[in-house]
């Protein structure tokens, strides 16, 4: 469904995207992990045309870009990191303003906008303005506004940022039901609970360059499904192993007390590249 080879984005001399290549299937939720400054946003905007690639070659449901760039946008949905909905209006209207734009007809157009409303569980604040809305209420009606045209590929951008828990859970149930109807879904994400949960792959980026693809229960188990970890003065030192009894005793020969626990995503972006995944 996406098909990205070499992609290079500059700003001003500074590389954002570095010789960026990946494959996505289509009915896949995929996932871009990284950093603040990794590439993951400057990605999704080449992707969605808010900005232009430098070089590379990109299709998107066997169009290309940038020669194919109208029947792309007809085909794609995007919910951005930051809330662009028209405060002012109604929720209904808003996707109102929506279908208009993609020349829906009027009888499609107001079938759709119920139907969504139902879908992200607004039906009954569909005439309130969204300027009453609670930041959950929000991205709920972004995602019905990207859903509205029937999109072949979502892209998701930090979908569930600034959101408490229960709020981002309960996004991630709409996200999983998009899937299971055969939409592709491209997400990116500082919650390594959020890949973990969502995606059935994920590529971990930094600097701009791609430094492991795979799923996250494949890149957990090549560095090692079971941790040790044992404090080291201010410190905490970490050691991976593939079986658990292995673990196990390695840390009867510490002097002090260790704990032992599945590694995780975060284990692995933390090996791959010293550093944090929200730094």
Known sequence: MIIIEGLVKRFAGRTAVAGLSLKIAKGETFGLLGPNGAGKTTTIRVLTMLTRATAGRIQIAGLTLPDSERQIKAIIGVVPQFFNLDSDLTAWENLELHGRLHHLPAPERRRRI?????????????????????????????????LLHRPQVLFLDEPTVGLDPQVRRRLWDFIRRLNGEGLTVLLTTHYIEEAENL???????????????????????????????????????????????????????????????LSGLEDVFVELTGRKVAE
């Open 114 to 146: 119920a139907e969504l409303l139902s879908f992200v569980e607004l039906a009954e604040r569909g005439g309130d303005r969204v300027n009453t809305f609670s930041g959950g209420m929000k991205r709920r009606l972004m995602i019905a506004r990207a």
């Open 199 to 261: 995606c059935s792959r994920v590529a971990i980026l930094d600097q701009g360059r791609l430094i492991a693809m795979d799923s996250p229960a494949a890149l957990c188990q090549g560095l090692g499904r079971f941790v040790v970890e044992w404090p080291d003065g201010e410190a905490t030192n970490f050691r991976f192993f593939p079986e658990r009894s292995a673990a196990a005793g390695f840390a009867a020969t510490l002097t002090v007390n260790a704990t032992i626990r």
